[in-house]
């Protein structure tokens, strides 16, 4: 099971951090990745993090403003938002799957992270007024 939490309402520039909070698999074996839904567009994929090395993945829209991290003994990875921007306004959903296989390839590194995410969390909503 995942929980995400942390959305909330903030002005342009301000920050949020989002946890989720996992349950029910072996953490250090899965990838755990964050989505974000804006009220009529398609689920766009934010970031991931490979719980097994650590590494991280950002979609170009985020890189250099959101950042993931995990703290293992909580089972709990974090996506801290700064200087936030109104279009970053959407439901925030979490997700999991097991991490990749060897060899296997995808477009980009954030695909890969994001493949077969096979557990989704409730989303929480971020709000960024301008």
């Known amino acids: 099971q995942l929980q995400a939490s942390g959305g909330g309402l903030v002005q342009t520039g301000g920050s949020l951090r989002l946890s989720c909070a996992a349950s029910?698999?072996?953490?250090?074996?899965?990838?755990i990745g964050w989505f974000r839904q804006a009220p009529g567009k398609a689920r766009v994929d934010v970031s991931c993090?490979?719980?097994?090395?650590?590494?991280?993945y950002y979609d170009d829209s985020v890189k250099g403003r959101f950042t993931m991290s995990s703290d293992n003994a909580k089972n709990t990875v974090y996506l801290q938002m700064n200087s936030l921007k109104p279009e970053d306004t959407a439901v925030y959903f979490c997700?999991?799957?097991?991490?990749?296989?060897?060899?296997?390839?995808?477009?980009?590194?954030?695909?890969?992270?994001?493949?077969?995410?096979?557990?989704w969390g409730k989303g929480t909503q971020v709000t960024v007024s301008s």
């Open positions: 993090i490979n719980l097994s090395d650590s590494k991280t």
């Open positions: 997700a999991a799957g097991p991490a990749p296989p060897p060899g296997r390839k995808a477009r980009t590194n954030l695909d890969l992270c994001l493949f077969g995410m096979n557990y």
């Open positions: 029910g698999f072996t953490f250090d074996a899965y990838t």
